[in-house]
Every structure is written in C-alpha cells, then in structure tokens.
C-alpha cells in the first residue's frame, strides 16, 4: 500500500479555481491508479475522476466533466485535480486514492485513501 496526503483545498467563490495536489509516498506509485472521491455532507461518497497507472488514460464524472483536469507526476509521486469553474455543488470533502484496479469507479476498488481536503465554494 501507498501512503497519501491531500493539500489545496480552501474557500473560493464560485467560478473560481483551486488546485488539489495528492502526495503519496512509496516507490511502487506509478504501479497504481489514483481515483479521486468527494463526499458532501450527509451524502454518499461519489466519483470524481481517475488516472490510469500510466498516465496515459483518464477519466471522469459527468457532473465534472470539462470542468475539472486530473494529472500525475510519476516522477514526484503527486497526482493533481484542477478544478475551474466551481459551483456550490462541488462543495465536499475531496478524497484521493489508489488501487490496484484498473478502471476502477467505486470507492471499494481502491485500498489506500488520504485523510481529504475540504473544498468551500461559495454563491
């Protein structure tokens, strides 16, 4: 398993932008994909988006699709999501993960999770 940590998440208004970074350590990061996950307040946690092992594949939730942009430095263990324009909806915890799965969508297709980053985005 793969130790990860979130950072970047804040308060912003809506339109805004904000940039998650999710570090993991470990040397067998790129032999994992990284799934990201929110859970809202009083909701199930949902799919946000994912990036295969390689870098070379990805892919995401309807709801924020062309919005938000995920990426992976291998080289840095770090996988990103930048999210623009942001709507109150998208207020959540935000989650990252990583699994052994390929193509994996649900929360229980992946072993290692970040402890999450609290995204506000306000009206």
């Known amino acids: 398993q793969v130790q990860l940590v979130e950072s970047g998440g804040g308060l912003v208004q809506a339109g805004g932008s904000l940039r998650l970074s999710c570090a993991a350590s470990?040397?067998?990061?790129?032999?994992?994909?990284v799934g990201w996950f929110r859970q809202g307040t009083g909701k199930d946690r949902e799919f946000v988006a994912a990036?295969?092992?390689?870098?070379?594949?990805?892919y995401y939730a309807d709801s924020v699709k062309g919005r938000f942009t995920i990426s992976r430095d291998n080289a840095k263990n770090t996988v990103y999501l930048q999210m623009n324009s942001l709507k109150p909806e998208d207020t959540a915890v935000y989650y990252c993960?990583?699994?052994?799965?390929?193509?994996?969508?649900?929360?229980?297709?992946?072993?290692?999770w970040g402890q999450g980053a609290q995204v506000t985005v306000s009206s």
């Open positions: 990036i295969r092992r390689s870098a070379g594949f990805t």
């Open positions: 470990g040397r067998t990061f790129s032999s994992y994909d």
């Open positions: 993960a990583a699994g052994l799965v390929v193509g994996a969508m649900t929360p229980s297709d992946y072993n290692s």
